[in-house]
């Protein structure tokens, strides 16, 4: 089975950045779109970023628009985040996700996607 293992995570101050990586392994990373969620404490689970098999096409959640940039790299079977201009709301448990290959467009959603990675959790102070 595919495993998806998140890291980069950690304690930043507002306004600073970072960077998640998420690296893949037993299956063909080049043949499925990637995502990035988020879960807050007592909230649900939502949509963060998204890119497709190529790369030629991003989405992103209104609420991370502008701040961050989900992007590939399919030497390294790896899906990167840059997370910068950090919030306090945006402290969340990060996870990596993979699209279902034969799945619809709608990258915002999570039953769209089938693999899960372990998540890595942000905390950003005020």
């Known amino acids: 089975q595919g495993q998806l293992v998140e890291s980069g995570g950690g304690l930043v101050q507002a306004r600073g950045s970072l960077r998640l990586s998420c690296v893949v392994s037993?299956?063909?990373?080049?043949?499925?779109?990637m995502g990035w969620f988020r879960q807050a404490p007592g909230k649900e689970r939502e949509f963060a970023a998204a890119?497709?098999?190529?790369?030629?096409?991003?989405y992103y959640a209104d609420s991370v628009k502008g701040r961050f940039t989900i992007s590939r790299d399919n030497r390294k079977n790896t899906v990167y985040l840059q997370m910068n201009s950090l919030e306090p709301e945006d402290t969340a448990v990060y996870y990596c996700?993979?699209?279902?290959?034969?799945?619809?467009?709608?990258?915002?959603?999570?039953?769209?996607?089938?693999?899960w990675g372990q998540g890595t959790r942000v905390t950003v102070s005020s």
């Open positions: 996700a993979r699209k279902r290959p034969f799945g619809t467009s709608r990258y915002h959603e999570a039953y769209e996607y089938d693999y």
């Open positions: 037993g299956y063909t990373f080049s043949a499925f779109g």
């Open positions: 890119i497709t098999q190529s790369g030629g096409r991003t």
